[in-house]
């Protein structure tokens, strides 16, 4: 069978050629996105994978149809992307990588905590100035004497919450939905885990329910000085309202691996190019932010996990008409 993949990256190319030969198929790879442009060229193709953020227009599936493609294998745990009513109407079914690899981002987590609480910003940029002082700005906190909250104990949220127990620290967690790790107390209300938290780590799912789950309200609710680390979604998070906390000293300091206005930057190279978003320019500028581009997922092991399974999906779907990855309306 013949496989076409969009959005390539060069990491991943190494790992698709490799499904590709381990399992007798044949795999082309392209950098566009699937646009309705180029999808006439899928018509000499059996399966597609994709790993597009942005919207795809409705049009795409009725066409895909038309050249005899059966199925979207999106190459990310995100599937905000595609129109599942629409792809169900011209049977086109679409899967996801529901979990690639939960360490990836929990140990980004970590390594970001210990980076906030140990002052990394601040003590990098007095070296930079040739200022090897000791002084209040850095000193720092230790795990062991810290709570860290867990908000959102899935798969990732567990695999957090166990790294900061490693280190020695009280891990708390939020999740209304899910108590099932036996080794943590969980909180009955999100204020009661604020007020308690020294640390707060976010891994919920954006939707209604949590989008600005952190915002003035309950930034009232945490302690003087807290720690905020986001790497789930941009949208949990009302970032004018962190930075007002962050100018009045109620948070000590965060780290956002995830940014409500992300998608006309994160993933592009604006070298020499003006950033017109005066939020992210402020993030940027601070020492008491750490941004990152969205990039808490990107380790050899979640990328050769997110080509290969999503190729393996498309294989189950083309075979059998069936992949436990495949998106059900029911999910959204
Ligand atoms: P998951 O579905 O396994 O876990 C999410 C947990 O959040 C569930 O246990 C659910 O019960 C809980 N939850 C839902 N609503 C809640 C609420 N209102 N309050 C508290 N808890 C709530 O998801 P996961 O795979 O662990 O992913 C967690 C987050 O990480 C998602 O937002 C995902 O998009 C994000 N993520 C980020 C990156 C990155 O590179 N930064 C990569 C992958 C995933």
Redesign the pocket.
């Known amino acids: 069978m013949r496989f076409k993949l969009f959005n390539i990256r060069e990491d991943e190319k190494p790992y698709a050629y490799q499904w590709g030969q381990t399992n007798g198929h044949e795999i082309e790879c392209t950098e566009e996105d699937l646009t309705l442009d180029n999808v006439h060229t899928l018509s000499s193709f059996d399966g597609v994978s994709t790993q597009q953020l942005f919207k795809f227009d409705d049009r795409i599936y009725e066409a895909l149809k038309d050249v005899g493609i059966k199925q979207i294998a999106g190459r990310a ?2 599937f905000d992307m595609f129109n599942l009513d629409e792809a169900a109407k011209h049977d086109i079914k679409i899967t996801n990588i ?2 690639y690899s ?1 360490n990836a ?1 929990a140990e ?1 987590a970590v390594c970001r905590a210990l980076e906030l609480i140990r002052n990394i910003n601040k003590i990098n940029k007095k070296v930079e100035h040739q200022d090897f002082t000791w002084d209040e700005t850095v000193i720092a906190k230790e795990l062991r004497s810290m709570t860290v909250l867990v ?7 567990k695999v957090s919450a166990q790294l900061f127990k490693g280190f020695g620290a009280e891990v708390i967690g ?5 108590q099932s790790l036996s080794d943590i107390e969980y909180v009955q209300s ?1 204020q009661e885990g604020l007020s308690k938290a020294d640390l707060i780590t976010l ?5 209604e ?2 989008t600005h ?1 952190i915002n003035e309200e309950t930034i009232k609710y945490m302690k003087n000085g807290a720690y905020l680390v986001n ?3 941009g949208a949990t998070v009302k970032t004018n309202d962190v930075i007002q906390a962050l100018n009045s000293g109620k948070l000590h300091s965060v780290a956002l ?2 940014y409500e206005n992300e998608f006309a930057y994160f993933s592009y190279d604006y070298t020499d190019k003006e950033i017109e978003d005066p939020t992210l320019k402020e993030l940027m500028s601070r020492d008491d932010v750490l941004i990152s581009p ?5 380790t050899h092991t979640a990328v050769q996990n997110m080509v290969e399974i999503s190729l393996d999906s498309a294989l189950e779907v083309i075979t059998t008409g069936y992949s436990e990855n495949e998106v059900q309306l029911s999910k959204v």
């Not at 908000?151 to 949220?157: E, L, M, N, P």
């Not at 939020?174 to 899910?178: C, F, K, V």
């Open positions: 745990a995100g529901p979990s939960p981002i980004f908000i959102g104990v899935g798969r990732i949220g939020y999740d209304p939905y899910d999100l891994h919920v799912p954006a939707n329910e949590t789950i790497t789930a979604r691996d995830v969205h990039i808490a997922f990107y």
